[in-house]
């Protein structure tokens, strides 16, 4: 039994800020469903080397653990409309997409209409700046 035994995390997350929160709110007990891009998935899953013996990326399995995965195409009416339900039904929502795109997908945190509803948005230059905080962004904007 964990600390966050019975509370629905909703994982629109990707790449590492995102996930390693909600890999976090998982290892304290959360039930955490990671929704991904069918067929392609997470885009750390094609990351390496290293890979682990069975061809994963070993990235991706270093930040994704204790999720359950669920394919959708956020891009489709059918999509949106599952997405929604799971974010209707969850306790937190976590998401890293640039500024808009979850409001564009009908995701967006007046949209869900759920008042309990933790929404975690993660960015790098928060909800008004379109910049992503890449590793080789963060480089050139030092100099």
Known sequence: MGALDG?????????????IATMTLGDLGADVVKVERPGVGDDTRSWGPP?????????F?????NKRGLALDLSTGD????????????????????????????????QI????????SVTGFGRHQHSPATTSWCRRSAG
Not at 51 to 59: L, M, N, P, V, W
Not at 61 to 65: H, I
Not at 82 to 87: D, G
Not at 113 to 119: A, K, Q, S, T
Request: aromatic share 10%.
């Open 113 to 120: 209409g759920n008042p309990r509803l933790i929404y975690a």
């Open 7 to 19: 509370i629905l995390v909703a994982d629109f997350s990707r790449v590492l800020a995102g996930p």
């Open 61 to 65: 399995l270093s930040v994704n653990r």
């Open 51 to 59: 890979f682990a013996a069975d061809g994963r990326s070993t990235y």
């Open 79 to 110: 999509g949106q409309r599952e997405a929604l339900r799971l974010a209707e039904s969850a306790d937190v929502l976590v998401e890293n997409f640039a500024p808009g795109t979850m409001e564009r997908f009908g995701l967006g945190y007046e």
